[in-house]
């Protein structure tokens, strides 16, 4: 089989080539990735230095541009008319750019003057921690960095509350424990994954409530690189009916908050909503 990027076929089409790189263990560059990055006319990056790295490691001396997505206009302009006579490879750091990674300025940009766009996939730190966690994965979201401001921390955590699926965030190090801290606050019976230094020599896997994994982090102070994970709310087990009924019953001896998070906990129904209904009850 042949096509524009397979190793029989010298001369790449103009055009992007966003193309994926590993996440740590320089084995996962896929021979698809390689053979463009030989061919391509030059390969926009995030850091020179890095891709520099890379491109050494592979014995590949190419020219290098610096690329983000709050370069100058103009030098985006100047990118997307160079792809009409060259082959253009963007790369991140590590892995898929623009998952958390710059480049979709430059794809939109791309699309908008029919420069072709094709893809190579490879190596994604929040895919490999989905698979290595063992949480439900047949729903997903992917949702960034948590903010590093305690607030909007929490305040997003709220909102992600409700969501049915499996909750995907990357993290530092550094901030490990403030975010498990923000997750026992906001979920605490969710079983939590941290899957640390992916592909890496020290890669690592730890599952539990996220009281433990606090516990646990506070006394280890973790090294690297963190993908946090978070799995889906449990089945709700009850109607409304029946929240209703336990909501009346708790009211009686405790206040509403206190009432919608013991009938969360006992039926996995969502906090908020059921501290709304509370509320509702009280009045009527
Ligand atoms: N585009 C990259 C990808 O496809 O995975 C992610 C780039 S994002 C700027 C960097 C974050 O990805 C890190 O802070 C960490 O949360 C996560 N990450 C990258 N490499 C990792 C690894 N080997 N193990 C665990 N997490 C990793």
Known sequence: MSDATSPENRSLTPGLYIVSTPIGNLGDITLRAVEVL???????????????????????SKPMWRYDDHSEHRDRTR????????????????????????????VNDCRAEGIP?????????????????GLPNDRF???GFLPSKE?????TLDELA?????????????????????IEAALPDREVAVAREITKLHEELR??????????YDAN??????????????????SEEDADAMLRNALRTMKASQAAAQVAKATGMDRKTLYARAMGLRLA
């Open 117 to 133: 766009v094709t893809a190579l996939p490879g190596a994604c730190a929040a895919i490999s921690g989905l698979a290595l966690s």
């Open 162 to 182: 409700a969501v049915d699926a499996t909750l995907v965030f990357y993290e530092t190090a550094p901030r490990l424990t403030k975010s498990l801290a923000a």
């Open 38 to 60: 030989r061919q391509c006319d030059g390969v926009a990056c995030e850091d020179t230095r890095v891709t520099g790295k890379l491109l050494k490691h592979l014995g590949i």
């Open 207 to 216: 599952r539990g409530l996220p009281s433990g994994l606090l516990a646990y």
């Open 141 to 143: 979201l992917f949702a």
């Open 79 to 106: 990118l997307v008319e160079s792809m009409r006579s060259k082959a253009v490879a963007l790369v991140s750091d590590a892995g898929t750019p623009m998952v958390s990674d710059p480049g979709y300025r430059l």
């Open 151 to 155: 607030k909007a921390r929490r305040e």
């Open 221 to 238: 102070p973790p090294k690297g690189e963190i993908v946090l994970l978070v799995g889906p709310p449990p089945e709700s087990i009850a």
